[in-house]
């Protein structure tokens, strides 16, 4: 009992006292008492308060929104009277920015805004295809300018600072403009179905920049502290290819500033940063490919337990089981670095301990004049079939004007580092902290090869080679001349062996895509080191036209993709063919070697006319030491000859190695490549190949015979024995045919037409085509009307000689008597 009561008194006590300093932290709470407890005595009894409390709450609402509207109003109004003040005064008040802003409104309109423009119109153009709502099926930019009036720079001051003896500018960025134009043109999908017009005619962008000057004053690194505030103005378009009302479509307006966010944070917050150079010389050269050599060194300094808590590592990982020592954050601790440009990625090997050296060297192309090149770092477990991904660090480049190359990064404490290569093939190394606290550093070496441009001209290693101008003073790149553009698939080089699952396919083959055109190489044999050696010809096409590439293994159930890659043909030179092995991307490992070649389609066309009218004759005499296929050590050989879209085969030769044919065989000569495949027959199973290989006869001289052992690809060993002959029978008999008659040289284009006929005949026969037939029937109908209106000709003409004849000899005997009296007889 003595207990309760000294607990209740304790209670007491510690409620007095909490009082006491309730009172003595809020001294108007007694007022606030009385005031209660008048509002309670009126609500209890002389009218309810309920009913009135929404409504002072609504009045105070609105007050407060009203005050709210007229700050936002008079800050408005400060800026667009800053704005007037700016374009009619012809002095600016003694600010420290209203000079860059004065200078802004001169230079923008003429040459900063449409040199924006058509940069970032490319960017939005990809970055939109990429991130399109579910809502929107496609979406096409129409219209891309960002009017004539300036963001304005700094309009609180500018401020300048040091770190680590590198001087940074702080100044503001506020723009608010209504003068863009920016016009899409949306294809939607279900529900709503048809088109939709969006058109952006207001952006705020306000956010605090920095300036960091590098190079001693050539370049300057620019980027926002943090996102900037974003706001656009969307209204839907009607009418012209518009098929939807000019309604607003949900989520586009939400999507678009997203959009916009996600590209500037992606781009230009910290710590990523965009470079401006500062360029001598050249303003107008402009830079499509470059060729880099990538060399991963080593890193340093890393520590298992520093990479598991660096903030910018994508999967968050905690640590319940406490404290772990230093000497454990390295231990077992087995990484590898990604390095990523574009869509072209490579892999170092796997290396132990906490200062691992790769010393991978990786050759990487780029298809504009700047990049970034993202350095990945992973950790590969012991036993496990997933990688664990680390952090990483980016270092970007791009060209100057004077064909030197800056690659810049951010460093520690975000400092700037900065390098210039002055020519290409000069070595940059670069040490470049990863991302995060203590994250550790990696070494690398970067080496621009070349640098290729779209007037033709290249420059590597330091010396810059220009092509030659045409006599227009023009460059001899002619976009959209009908130019021939030749491409030959040399060979591979390692070749993922290997699709995603495992599994090998049983052949490789390339597909090549140009503008609409389409071709596929022949499948060989799936090996690392794959060769085809096969020539394909497209027509040129202008305005920066990639020309796009697919790798792939044939598989049971379909083929599977084993890398892309994609090749720019501007400034191709004539009669300078380009050597160049590509590297594949979207995969770790893989080059093709391509021979690219561009021709004149005047000159093609007239070394084609001279061999219109011939054929070519190939001998097919033998070979030897074949690939045994079948189980009892021989084959069944015999030779499928493909020529453009013809086929043919010689006989079958069975059980045996060393083959015998001697069959000609005969095809018009129109330039289409001269492909033998080997194959050994079967009557039951699919007949297998056991080589093949291209007969190289485009440069043979004309009526002469060539003569040739070719080994055969794809295969360990075997030989065959061919003889091949370009007819031109215009060549044979050249004197006779400049003294013959235009009907003579009808008769003969006539005929060799006829030949051709029937070789294209029999190979739809055994190819059983039926469409090619029906096709050739209504070319030779057409063939035989000709030959028709040939013979009617060749009567008349004959009709007119016989009466020209007669003509002649009546005039002879009118008008010679002495020959008349010598006819006459003499009398007696």
């Known amino acids: 009992m003595v207990k309760k009561k000294r607990a209740s008194s304790l209670d007491v006590r510690e409620a007095m006292d909490f009082l006491n300093q309730l009172l003595a932290d809020k001294p108007f709470l007694p007022a606030v008492i009385p005031v209660f407890l008048v509002v309670w005595g009126i609500e209890k009894w002389v009218f309810s308060l309920t009913n009135w409390v929404p409504l002072a709450v609504a009045v105070w609402a609105v007050f407060q929104y009203g005050s709210y509207q007229r700050k936002i109003l008079a800050e408005d109004l400060n800026k667009k009277w800053k704005q007037v003040l700016l374009e009619t005064s012809p002095t600016t008040p003694l600010e420290q920015c209203e000079w860059l802003n004065k200078l802004l409104i001169e230079v923008w309109p003429n040459y900063i805004s449409p040199r924006l423009s058509l940069r970032f119109s490319s960017i939005v153009e990809r970055r939109m295809k990429q991130r399109r709502p579910k809502l929107i099926e496609k979406i096409e930019l129409q219209e891309f300018s960002l009017g004539s009036k300036p963001p304005l720079l700094g309009l609180r001051g500018i401020r300048w600072s040091t770190s680590n003896d590198q001087r940074i500018a702080h100044l503001g960025f506020d723009w608010d403009t209504t003068d863009i134009s920016i016009m899409l043109l949306a294809k939607l999908g279900k529900p709503l179905m048809g088109t939709a017009r969006i058109v952006i005619n207001s952006i705020h962008i306000k956010g605090d920049l920095r300036l960091v000057p590098v190079l001693d004053g050539r370049a300057f690194l620019y980027s926002f502290v943090a996102s900037p505030d974003v706001r656009i103005g969307v209204a839907f378009g009607s009418g012209g290819s518009q098929s939807l009302p000019a309604t607003e479509l949900p989520g586009v307006s939400a999507w678009l500033v997203k959009l916009v966010n996600d590209s500037l944070a992606k781009r230009m917050v910290e710590p990523r940063r965009n470079c401006f150079s500062l360029p001598a010389v050249n303003l107008f050269k402009r830079a499509v490919a470059g060729v880099l050599s990538v060399t991963v060194m080593s890193a340093s300094k890393l520590s298992r337990s520093n990479l598991r808590s660096s903030p910018s590592r994508k999967q968050q990982s905690s640590s319940t089981d406490g404290y772990v020592e ?69 270092i970007k480049m791009r060209y100057v004007a004077d064909d030197s190359t800056i690659f810049w990064a951010t460093g520690a404490d975000s400092t700037a580092i900065a390098r210039r290569a002055e020519f290409c093939g000069k070595e940059i190394e670069m040490t470049v902290p990863f991302e995060g606290i203590n994250s550790g550093e990696l070494t690398v070496k970067l080496v621009l090869k070349e640098w290729q441009f779209a007037d033709g001209s290249h420059s590597s290693t330091g010396l810059p080679i220009s092509s030659q101008p045409s006599l227009n003073g023009t460059s001899s790149f002619l976009p959209r001349t009908g130019r021939k553009i030749y491409v030959t698939i040399v060979e591979g080089k390692d070749l993922p062996s290997k699709d995603k699952f495992g599994k090998s396919g049983s052949g490789c083959y390339v597909k090549f895509q140009y503008g609409k055109a389409l071709k596929r190489s022949r499948t060989v044999s799936h090996t690392s080191d794959a060769i085809w050696n096969q020539k394909f010809e497209f027509d040129e096409i202008g305005g920066g036209e990639y020309l796009k590439i697919k790798c792939f293994i044939e598989e049971m159930f379909g083929d599977e993709n084993i890398g892309s890659a994609r090749v720019n043909l501007e400034g191709l030179i004539e009669g300078s063919p380009r050597d160049v092995w590509i590297p594949l991307e979207k995969v770790n490992s893989g080059e093709l070697r391509l021979q690219i070649e561009a021709v004149r389609v005047e000159d093609y066309e007239g070394t084609k006319g001279l061999t219109s009218n011939g054929w070519v004759e190939l001998a097919l005499i033998e070979a030897k030491d074949l690939v045994a296929a079948d189980l009892r050590g021989t084959s069944d050989p015999y030779v499928r000859v493909q020529y453009g879209n013809l086929k043919r085969r010689t006989k079958v030769m069975y059980k045996t190695l060393n083959p015998q044919w001697h069959q000609t065989l005969e095809f018009p000569d129109d330039g289409s490549p001269l492909e033998l495949h080997v194959k050994d027959h079967n009557h039951l199973l699919p007949t297998s190949s056991i080589g093949d290989c291209v007969v190289e006869y485009q440069r043979l001289p004309p009526n002469q015979m060539f003569d040739k052992w070719i080994p055969l690809q794809n295969v360990k060993k075997g030989e065959i024995h061919i003889q091949v002959t370009r007819k031109v029978p215009d060549l044979e008999k050249k004197s006779s045919l400049d003294s013959e008659s235009s009907v003579t040289k009808a008769r003969r284009q006539i005929s060799n037409q006829m030949k051709q006929m029937m070789i294209k005949f029999q190979s739809l026969i055994e190819d059983d085509d039926l469409e090619g037939l029906s096709a050739s029937l209504h070319e030779m109908e057409s063939l035989h009307d000709t030959q028709e209106e040939f013979m009617v000709q060749l009567e008349t003409e004959q009709t007119l000689l016989l009466n020209k004849i007669n003509e002649l000899g009546q005039e002879i005997i009118n008008s010679s008597p002495s020959y008349a009296l010598s006819r006459r007889p003499t009398l007696p």
Do not use: Q
């Open 326 to 394: 230093n000497s454990n954050d390295y231990k077992d601790l087995r990484t590898f670095v990604e390095v990523e440009l574009e869509e072209l990625t490579r892999r170092t090997e796997v290396r132990p301990g906490s200062c691992p050296r790769w010393d991978s060297k990786f050759n990487m192309t780029l298809h504009e004049d700047a990049g970034t090149i993202r350095f990945n770092l992973f950790e590969c477990t012991p036993g496990s079939v997933k990688y664990d991904y680390l952090t990483s660090c980016e």
